[in-house]
């Protein structure tokens, strides 16, 4: 490893003498996150250039803002007792809404709509994600 690092879970398979099933993790989950980010940045790219303003340009801010929940949707930011960043989401409208939890590093959550006076967890599928957005959907 650069610099002398090695991250815990090659360290641990390493100890317990597994390092070529690491390895070829570790080259399935590079290829995963160039997939990723290149259809990431294509997601981006059709996302600024589909509802042009008036001139024919958006703004990034404008993009997230249509896609953000309304204000009586409650959104918190929490920490489970085995390390899972996680939202938990309180609908204080009058009307049922549909959100949908957004992670770095992890898989999206599926659209799930929320009663009134409701609250719905959104807990990542693994432990190395962190908080990116919550939208409707």
Known sequence: MPGGRECALCFRARQNGKRGIIVKNKIALAGAGIVLACSSAAFTASA???????NGTVAAADVDAAAAPPSCVKIK??????????YSITNKCASTKKVKAIFK???????????????????P????????KVVKC
């Open 48 to 54: 600024a250039t589909a509802a042009p303003a008036g």
């Open 125 to 132: 599928n693994v432990p190395i994600a962190d908080w990116d």
């Open 105 to 123: 590093r992890a898989y999206d959550s599926s659209c799930t709509a929320i009663k009134p006076n409701k609250n719905h967890k959104f807990v």
């Open 77 to 86: 930011k929490y920490t489970t007792y085995n390390g899972y960043r996680s």
